[in-house]
């Protein structure tokens, strides 16, 4: 059974995604690589056993409308977020390994710059990156650092839930898109009605989100996000990129005055083969990153960056050029 060979490899190996296709060999990432078990030949009819046993009557409907969606498994220890996808070659699943124990920031090595403006009241805080470069990662570590230390309501929009946050000096609520709430958007909205002081959206995938998110760091919460994009400059254009002609001019000044920072990570192997770790670049919205932004002279703010080391900005090839002579990690991903 496909169970049998998940919990297999998962206890075996230090994973971090497993790949079973139609007709292939069982596959996993181990740090950053694939490897493939040619003994292990999966046939569209175990497959199809699991996907069964998985998907619940709403998310069968969407499969069968869209050809993939996502969801969290969950096999005996362990979690995995999963992506159910039709192929050529006949149902595929991709499993990403959701670790139980939330990491600390010190776990994760986030520079100490980015960990004090944790302490923002509110503003937009954006976290970047590739896929799979552990972006949720690195905001259930933030968000498990409010939790611990102060006292508010913090509500979270994912798609799906990766990690479970138990309540501790804070009161959480936790939504899941599809399963809780219909959209990121409309959960969203439906926050600004419900008392938040911390905000987080998983994804601001849609110009109406990113409107919103916007508009909720500029009344008075903490607003935390993920984007697919490589810097802070390619992630500020692609905010105002988003947005209609006519309106950017207005996005533009909204982010000069709510955005608090911009962390960009990806992972490198370590030297010694016992996995990986983040690098990490930041910008933290200083008055010269708002003048930038307000003028529309976004590509300056690198310039910023190399040289406001003392504020606590890095950029990413200081951040990977750090761990490369530190002996930590390697060039490579």
């Known amino acids: 059974m496909i169970t049998d060979s998940i919990l297999k490899y998962t206890r075996e190996y230090p994973l971090s995604d497993l790949h079973i296709h139609t007709d292939k060999p069982f596959a996993i990432r181990v740090n950053g690589s694939i490897e493939s078990f040619e003994d292990d030949l999966v046939n569209r009819e175990d497959i199809e056993e699991f996907i069964d046993a998985f998907l619940r009557s709403e998310l069968a409907d969407t499969f069968a409308e869209y050809s993939d969606v996502d969801l969290v498994v969950e096999i005996e220890e362990f979690r995995f977020r999963a992506n159910i996808y039709n192929t050529a070659k006949g149902p ?78 804070c009161i959480i609520s936790q939504r899941e898109v599809g399963r809780d709430t219909h959209s990121f958007a409309h959960a969203l909205r439906a926050a600004l009605r419900e008392d938040p002081d911390v905000i987080l959206v998983g994804e601001l995938r849609d110009l109406e989100t990113i409107q919103l998110a916007l508009t909720a760091a500029e009344t008075g919460h903490l607003v935390f996000g993920t984007l697919h994009t490589s810097g802070a400059p390619n992630t500020i254009n692609r905010i105002i990129d988003a947005c209609p002609p006519q309106q950017q001019d207005q996005v533009r000044a909204q982010l000069s005055q709510s955005l608090v920072m911009v962390i960009t990570q990806v992972l490198l192997k370590r030297t010694d083969g016992s996995g990986r770790v983040a690098a990490f670049e930041v910008m933290i919205t200083n008055a010269a990153v708002k003048n930038l932004i307000r003028e529309n002279k976004v590509f300056q703010i690198t310039s910023i960056m190399q040289t406001a080391l003392a504020e606590g900005m890095m950029t990413m090839d200081r951040a990977i050029s750090d761990l490369v002579q530190s002996g930590v990690a390697t060039h490579e991903r």
């Open 92 to 169: 595929s699943v991709a499993l990403r390994k959701i670790e139980s124990e939330i990491p600390t920031l010190e776990m994760i090595n986030l520079p100490s710059a980015a960990r004090q403006k944790l302490d923002s009241r509110n503003g937009l805080i954006l976290v970047t990156g590739p896929t799979g470069s552990g972006k949720s990662t690195t905001l259930a570590a933030m968000i498990n650092k409010i939790n611990d230390e102060k006292n508010d309501h913090i509500i979270t929009i994912e798609d799906p839930i990766e990690y479970i946050h138990e309540d501790q000096k």
